[in-house]
């Protein structure tokens, strides 16, 4: 005899809603599958790697040959993009705009995390930017015009405190490199210098070379030639230790002057592009870095090439954040 088991209401209401739930979940499992293969797909289309200074310059030139290594690697265009202005920050509000998918990146600089110090409104925070990997760093070169009656860093010194704003210095903006770099240089040897605002490095430095401006702080790549040509006189470099392009020049510290100052070139993208693809974007841009070719570029530029896990990349962020916000307080720097 057959035995018939009736379900009561509430036996009936969970059966029910194991159904449905089993219907649910096998009807996410195609969603699923399709995100994965969005995240594995990547890239489909071109990327953008915005860079927020003019062509030529410290961050352009590497940024170009980071560029095109990925287009190779990932088999599709990584167009680099000129978006000069605002010491930068015109390129990250662009990059902080667009949709955090890995389709627009950035080459970051110590001019990204500082922004943030010096405007009250600027327009993105530290935490809106995802670092992938450095690319370089670089020190920055004291060029003098051979005007200047002073082959030494002392001399020049000596001359400055005998005649307090006898030489000018170039910078392009309040909380520039050079800004800062001059104003340390000031407090910490007693010198008093005057300060010529440039809307850019290349009019500063045309002018050292014609002998109006005294001194200007610039990254090596601008100041090598005009010194190997006997243009310009190179008196000290911000690093810990001497450029092997220009090795007969001291660093500050070595002259007794305690001030270093490096720079730092990276990728970034914006905080929220899934971690596979900053991942996978990290292992190219080790394995860009690594290249003979272009270890040759940032030897030729002065620099260093060096990549970073995101990890290493956000300390340096962190730490120009910690060692620059006291020196924009004490100069009085910020703005609106």
């Keep these: ?131 992938v990997s450095l690319i370089g760093t670089y020190d920055y070169v004291l060029a003098v015009a051979n005007s200047v009656p002073a082959d030494t860093l002392s001399k020049l010194v000596e001359i400055s405190k005998a005649s307090p704003d006898k030489f000018n210095y170039g910078h392009i903006g309040i909380g520039s490199s050079a800004n800062l770099i001059f104003k340390l240089l000031e407090k910490r040897t007693g010198i008093k210098m005057t300060a010529v605002p440039f809307k850019g490095s290349a009019p500063a430095m045309q002018e050292v070379l014609a002998g109006r401006l005294d001194l200007y702080i610039v990254p090596p790549i601008s100041a090598v030639q005009a010194y190997d040509a006997r243009q310009i006189k190179v008196l000290a470099v911000t690093g810990k230790s001497r450029l092997p392009v220009m090795p007969q020049v001291a660093t500050l510290q070595e002259l007794g002057v305690p001030l270093v100052s490096v720079a730092f070139v990276g990728v970034c993208a914006a905080t929220g592009t899934p971690a596979d693809i900053i991942e996978k974007l990290n292992g190219l841009v080790r394995e860009a870095v690594a290249t003979p070719q272009y270890e040759h570029l940032m030897d030729t530029l002065g620099a260093v090439p060096i990549a970073s896990s995101p990890e290493e990349l956000q300390a340096l962020i962190d730490s120009a954040v910690r060692d620059t916000a006291p020196i924009v307080d004490e100069f009085k720097l910020q703005m609106d």
């Design 1 to 131: 005899m057959a035995l018939h088991v009736r379900l009561g209401p509430l036996a009936a209401s969970l059966s029910v809603a194991r159904m449905v739930a089993g219907l649910c979940v096998a009807s996410l499992i195609p969603l699923f599958v399709s995100l994965g293969a969005a995240a594995e797909s990547w890239p489909s289309r071109p990327i953008r790697l915005l860079i927020g200074f003019p062509p030529g310059g410290p961050a352009d030139i590497p940024g170009r040959a980071i560029a095109e290594r990925l287009s190779q690697s990932l088999g599709t265009s990584v167009v680099a993009e000129n978006k000069p202005g605002a010491g930068g920050m015109l390129a990250t509000q662009e990059l902080i705009s667009q949709p955090a998918d890995g389709y627009t990146l950035s080459i970051c600089t110590y001019f990204d995390p500082v922004n943030t110090l010096l405007y009250r409104k600027a327009r993105y925070k530290v935490s809106d930017i995802a670092p």
